[in-house]
């Protein structure tokens, strides 16, 4: 299923209480629909979806949802290493009018590719919204075999992975032995690019908070024929790239967004905010454009 090129993990904004900020989160997503993003996953690891309840994850579900007004896709994420609870998460958020879930690789109890399969498909059966599969071993401790994304393809309402293994040989199998219609996004800001070369459909990004009309730019170049171009946009957006991963996620994207004027406020613990010797360094790495849309 294509869900758009630019699929922006969307930050989730808090107050100085450290709740869940509703103006601020209305802010943020029509500047994201404005500058690039096709589509926004809420509650995702960027979401800092360790740290939310799952009524303040499903309260964000449904607010999004109606301030995005059928404008851009939303995915809700709904995993867990929990299967029961991620049935549970998924038919609660199935009622919250977003468009589709994604699910976390089950991470800290390291089931085998059998209990991976089994772990999606039983939540998959238990909702008619589509299924996007998140392999991200980096995160989880274990990924998801390209055997077992191929036979989870086949399960109808199974139609999409955010691929942020880094493993293009991977990512190549999956696109070439599953259905035409089911489709990958690279869970790498860096890999965009060479995801989009071996038939990748986009990315979900983090980078896309700030430079996201420079990426939807640099996909269209991409897809028009113009790889030259995509590549001399890739080179340059790069540097900011890496800086948005140089501290722990999300703090670094945050302290991003405060900047150029979008306040999404401060990170939960565990995580922490970043130093001002951590924000300079970022600030000397953000575009001069602040975040709106490339002009060519």
Same mark, same amino acid.
């Given at each position: ?84 609870? /991620?049935? %549970?998460?998924?038919? !609660? ?6 468009? +589709?879930?994604? $699910?976390?690789?089950?991470? =800290? &109890?390291?089931? /085998?590719? %059998?209990?991976?399969? !089994? ?6 059966? +238990?909702?008619? $919204?589509?299924?996007?599969? =998140? &392999? ?161």
């Amino acid at each position: 299923m294509n869900f758009g090129n630019v699929l922006t993990a969307m930050v989730t904004p808090f107050d100085q209480n450290g709740d869940i900020n509703f103006d601020a989160t209305r802010t943020l997503v029509n500047y994201l629909i404005a500058n690039g993003s096709d589509g926004l996953i809420v509650a995702g690891t960027t979401g800092e979806s360790p740290t939310l309840t799952n009524t303040e994850k499903l309260d964000l579900f449904r607010f999004v949802a109606q301030v995005a007004n059928g404008r851009v896709s939303v995915i809700a994420g709904t995993g867990s290493n929990n299967t029961r609870a /991620s049935i %549970e998460l998924t038919e !609660q958020a199935e009622q919250t009018g977003v468009d +589709a879930i994604m $699910l976390t690789t089950p991470y =800290y &109890n390291k089931p /085998s590719q %059998e209990g991976l399969y !089994q772990h999606y498909k039983a939540i998959a059966h +238990a909702t008619s $919204l589509p299924v996007m599969l =998140y &392999n991200i071993p980096g995160r989880s401790a274990v990924g998801i075999a390209p055997e077992t994304i191929i036979r989870l393809s086949e399960v109808n309402n199974v139609v999409s992975v955010k691929e942020a293994s880094g493993n293009i040989d991977a990512m190549t199998d999956i696109i070439r032995q599953t259905p035409d219609d089911f489709t990958l996004y690279s869970g790498d800001d860096s890999m965009t690019l060479p995801a989009l070369a071996i038939g990748g459909n986009g990315v979900i990004s983090v980078a896309s908070h700030v430079i996201g009309g420079d990426m939807q730019e640099m996909v269209q170049h991409f897809k028009n024929g113009d790889v030259q171009r995509a590549a001399a946009i890739h080179q340059q957006l790069l540097p900011t790239m890496k800086a948005l991963f140089a501290q722990p996620s999300p703090s670094p994207v945050k302290a991003a967004l405060n900047m150029i004027g979008v306040s999404v406020g401060d990170v939960r613990l565990p995580m922490v905010p970043l130093t001002e010797e951590e924000k300079q360094q970022l600030r000397q790495k953000l575009p001069a454009h602040n975040g709106r849309p490339h002009s060519a």
